[in-house]
């Protein structure tokens, strides 16, 4: 994740009770990554949600994918 992505993603307990959003939307990061494993496209999100941009949908799945590395508590194998 670059910088510019993170500077993107913000965690405000003032909005959408501190859970991450794109920077000047109230946007779950959550709610981007959940349209993205749908399979909608990057336009088809923009159509969704006119406030957001292209860089906030990367810096959205940049911060998925951050949170998914080692570096994170395991996740118990089935």
Request: proline content about 3%; glycine content about 6%; some cysteine.
């Amino acid at each position: 994740m670059t910088d510019e992505q993170r500077a993107l993603i913000v965690r405000d307990p003032q909005v959408c009770h501190g859970q991450a959003t794109v920077r000047g939307t109230r946007i779950l990061v959550s709610i981007v990554l959940d349209a993205l494993a749908d399979g909608m496209t990057e336009d088809e999100i923009l159509a969704e949600y006119a406030t957001l941009t292209v860089e906030g949908i990367r810096a959205a799945a940049a911060y998925g994918a951050e949170l998914a590395r080692d570096e994170y508590p395991a996740v118990a194998s089935t």
